[in-house]
Nanobody, 121 residues
Framework: QVQLVESGGGLVQSGGSLRLSCAAS????????MGWYRQVPGKQRELVAG???????NYADSVKGRFTISRDNSKNTVYLQMNSLKTEDTAVYYC???????????????WGQGTQVTVSS
């Protein structure tokens, strides 16, 4: 059974930084692409960043240059380093496992429970 457990969310002031972590279990972690989504109440979930099994990355335009996704296969963990945070980054952030090696929209297989990130002005 796949488990994805996020941590690292919280309250931060605008311009600050947070690092989210997602620990995976129940899968051969290195084989799968992983990603981070976020959701604001009343809006659709948005793909923030993705990383392939080969560590190629992609980002939403709104976070390019500020967020960095990375993975440590020895720890079965994917990270999202968030710098220069803005109030509009406030959302629940979800860790996602994709069904294969690549970040393909709508091919997510498993989701974490989410972690709240709140950026105050």
């Amino acid at each position: 059974q796949v488990q994805l457990v996020e941590s690292g969310g919280g309250l931060v002031q605008s311009g600050g930084s947070l690092r989210l972590s997602c620990a995976a279990s129940g899968i051969t972690f290195s084989m799968y692409a992983m990603g981070w989504y976020r959701q604001v109440p009343g809006k659709q979930r948005e793909l923030v960043a993705g990383i392939t099994s080969g560590e190629r990355t992609n980002y939403a335009d709104s976070v390019k240059g500020r967020f960095t996704i990375s993975r440590d296969n020895s720890k079965n963990t994917v990270y999202l380093q968030m710098n220069s945070l803005k109030t509009e980054d406030t959302a629940v952030y979800y860790c996602v496992q994709y069904s294969g090696s690549y970040v393909i929209p709508h091919s997510s297989r498993s989701w974490g429970q989410g972690t709240q990130v709140t950026v105050s002005s």
